[in-house]
């Protein structure tokens, strides 16, 4: 079992409090040096100045500073056997001392001693020191947990919450597909192992990069391989780890980046989403986030602060550069942008050989063909392909990945999960004749992509499915293909509407609905 602090306080502090009650009980009544004359039968205050009264008593022994009295008495009763009792005096009782002098019997008062006073100040200390003590160690666990309550009460101290990686080990042959991007990023290794090869002919090294694309593409892939190729550490952020509730926070984190990075020169600062921090200031509504824009403006004189030549490099990525505020990007800060887009079939091809090296691939398998079925993925879409594969495969007990389970997680990945099959009904009727209208305009139509495959079984928020082999190219899309597009998307109701009537078509096609009106909007 696994320890747990929080576990050991929670058991031992009620624990060791009702000891402390016990414990103090015990001692309250009883004064430590009377345990060998302890007596144990009492005697009632009066019936103890009866006793003196009628000259019985001959000896008394006075404890607790007179609060308490050991009595020797001659007792009658019992053949004038000489009896030890107790008696409770009352606080208020200066004339028995006269009494007892008047009646001459021997007493001594007993002081308490002095273990009994420290025993005693320990006792009262104990309880509150173990109170303390227990709720600073509940609340320093609490503060270790990210978001735990103990953060509130921490938010004057940045806890920056950045990662550092002292070595990535990630190298430039692990990321594929995206060459232009890795051309110009080899230069900043350069910079970052011999920068005295620029300062001696007194060029200024850049500060910072931004690379900018859709996500997954590899870009936080590509910073690491950068510190890997370098041989420096490399510490990521993501933006909106910057941005907290109270304002000044993030511009604290981001000192403590600066700073902790400057002591680890030369080396990578990662910054992902560097929109969550870097918008446009004064854009939001009622003249922006103040937090957000503090952070920003320390970003900024963090990134002048440090001469240019100190070996720290800050990359940053986004996927929307447009929306960045204009003082992010001028010389001497984010001057340089790298685009690193979504791979073509040579990229993905090569993507798709790095990720292969480490799985078990049968011999029926073509990287090639995987790539030509994938236009428009990323690599991280790649990546995540071949681990569905992988898994599918040992899933099924087999000795290496096959078609069938590349197929199976190419849909996987673009439909989402396989639901349980549809039982015979009409809507099974329906969803069937809805498919083939799709399948029948694809392939009639001349300008539409040519049909893959139909198929009933639900995935995602599908019923039904017709794939379509995408052309390579994604990126513009003419007139007559969209046209093709909206003809394909409308197939499926028309076929409802042939074949069951214009009254029973159904909800079914508004996802189709909606595609051709995002479609006739770019038309
Ligand atoms: P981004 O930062 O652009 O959102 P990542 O760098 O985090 O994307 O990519 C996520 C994962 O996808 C990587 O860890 C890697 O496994 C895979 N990947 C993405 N792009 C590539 C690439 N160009 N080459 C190899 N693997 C890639």
Redesign the pocket.
Known sequence: MKFSWRVLVLWTLPALVIGFFFWQGAFANTPADMGKNAASTRMTYGRFLEYLDAGRVTMVDLYEGGRTAIVEAVDPDLENRIQRVRVDLPVNAPELISKLKAENVSFDAHPARNDGAIWGLLGNLIFPILLISGLFLLFRRSSNLPGGPGQAMNFGKSRARFQMEAKTGVMFD?????EEAKEELGEVVTFLKQPEKFTAVGARIPKGVLLV?P???????LAKAIAGEAGVPFFSISGSEFVEMFVGVGASRVRDLFKKAKDNAPCIIFI?EIDAVGRQRGAGIGGGNDEREQTLNQLLTEMDGFEGNTGIIIIA?TNRPDVLDAALLRPGRFDRQVM?DA?DIKGRLE?LQ??ARNKKLDQSVSLEAIARRTPGF???DL?NLLNEAAILTARRRKEGITLTEIDDAVDRVVAGMEGTPLVDSKSKRLIAYHEVGHALIGTLVKDHDPVQKVTLIPRGQAQGLTWFTPSEDQGLISRSQLKARITGALGGRSAEEVIFGRDEVTTGAGNDLQQVTGMARQW
């Open positions: 692990d990321v594929a597909g995206i694309g996500p997954g593409t590899g870009k936080t892939l992902d990525a690193v791979p993507i790095v990720h990323t690599g991280a990546a």
